[in-house]
């Protein structure tokens, strides 16, 4: 193998693929970099099993097409602080290294063994559907962060977020069985297939984080038996498929609560995260109290004291009082745009609906969070 090309371009393909090198595994191989040449174009491409990235970058090619695999974390760092000159990467006969030339920087390199080096799955020729990038993005931020991590649970479906692939419209749906996170997004043209897909919100995360990166305006989605596909130009993200039955999620959506506090975002969201200094640890409860058009809220801790704060309601609303963990409301609002939302309640001990206000980016957001049961 010998080729030639810029430094950037190669530091980019290795920041991106480098997002699914598998580190803490008790396969060493799964630490290294798979670097393919094929004609005028590279391809670094990383897995841990879980998630699969490759990314294409052009390259002078100098060799013929071929393969080799290097430690992911060391090319990292490398590439990181390599000068700003032409990369030139070459095999060196008859030792086992690989040069990376560089300006007046000269590395060489151990080679891992190829042939331990996984297989990686094979994008399908048919494509499942069309998103466009920064939909997806503000879908996986508004949504991935309600579902349990690894560490907290072994139901394995309540790691995981739920695509919902309808003719016109992807449904992103995360839970952790207290709280429900959910984005509706229009297709911008209809879906050549349909379903419903369980992959890893660790997954979905460090793909939201790629989309954040890269100029293409529309994801390429397809799937095969066990994995959904995520193609961005010259960058393809692969999620393993979670097989379990994802909870019925549509039950839980509260459809007429009759009580709507209407409220100004920023200003509940920071009165909420001032509750949560007294709130108790164990619980992390505030309490919502509504009487005469305004808003309560308020919170105590036998070993800190107590917080109250009153807010004015947009919109006069019927007395309640309800007890929710701070937590679980704040994640949400942080991450909102809306200029306001809405609150949607039962009683004291039903589920109440987030809603957005206006804001486009907001759109087709909802948020249902579970009470805590309190003797008032």
């Keep these: ?19 699914a090198l598998g580190r803490a595994t008790s396969m060493p191989i799964l630490a290294g970099m798979k670097l393919e040449t094929k004609k005028n174009q590279l391809t670094l491409a990383a897995t841990d099993l879980e998630r699969s990235i490759w990314c294409s970058v052009p390259i002078e090619n100098r060799g013929g097409d071929e393969a080799l695999v290097l430690n992911g974390e060391l090319l990292a760092k490398i590439a990181q602080n390599l000068p700003a000159d032409t990369l030139h990467l070459k095999t060196v006969e008859g030792t086992g290294k690989v ?15 190829l042939e331990d080096y996984p297989e990686l799955p094979v994008l399908p020729s048919k494509r ?12 996986l931020e508004l949504v991935t962060f309600a579902a349990l991590s690894a560490k907290e649970t072994s139901r394995l479906s309540l790691t995981g977020v739920n695509l919902v692939l309808e003719k016109d419209t992807l449904k992103i749906v995360a839970t952790n069985g207290y709280r429900l996170a959910c984005k509706t997004e229009t297709l911008p043209k209809k879906a050549e297939g349909q379903g419903e897909f369980l992959v890893a919100a660790d997954s979905l995360r460090d793909l939201a984080g790629i989309l954040a990166q890269v100029e293409a305006e529309h994801v390429e989605v397809y799937q095969s038996e066990n994995y959904l596909f995520f193609k961005m130009g010259s960058i393809v993200f692969v999620g393993r498929l979670i097989e379990e039955a994802y909870p019925d999620f ?3 959506i ?15 969201l920071e009165a909420l995260q001032r509750a949560q200094i007294t709130a108790a640890e164990e619980s992390d409860a505030v309490i919502l109290s509504v009487e005469d058009g305004k808003l309560t809220i308020s919170s105590q801790a036998a070993e800190k004291g107590e917080a109250q704060e009153v807010l004015d309601l947009k919109k006069r609303a019927p007395a309640i009082k309800i007890s929710f963990r701070a937590e679980y409301l704040i994640d949400a609002l942080k991450r909102l745009q809306s200029e306001e939302v809405r609150l949607w309640l039962a009683d004291a001990e039903s589920a109440g609906l987030l809603e957005p206000g206006e804001s486009e980016a ?9 009470p805590i049961r309190m003797d008032f």
């Design 1 to 19: 193998m010998e080729f030639s090309c810029g430094r950037d371009e190669f530091l980019f393909g290795v920041k991106i693929a480098g997002r």
């Design 99 to 113: 040069e990376i030339r560089c300006g007046s920087a000269l590395f060489d390199l151990f080679r891992l063994p």
């Design 128 to 139: 499942l559907c069309l998103l466009e990038s920064r939909k997806l993005a503000r879908g």
């Design 250 to 252: 549509e039950k839980v």
């Design 254 to 268: 509260p459809r007429d609560n009759a009580i709507g506090l209407i409220l100004e975002r920023k200003g509940f």
């Design 362 to 370: 907001d759109q087709g957001f909802l948020y249902v969070c579970m």
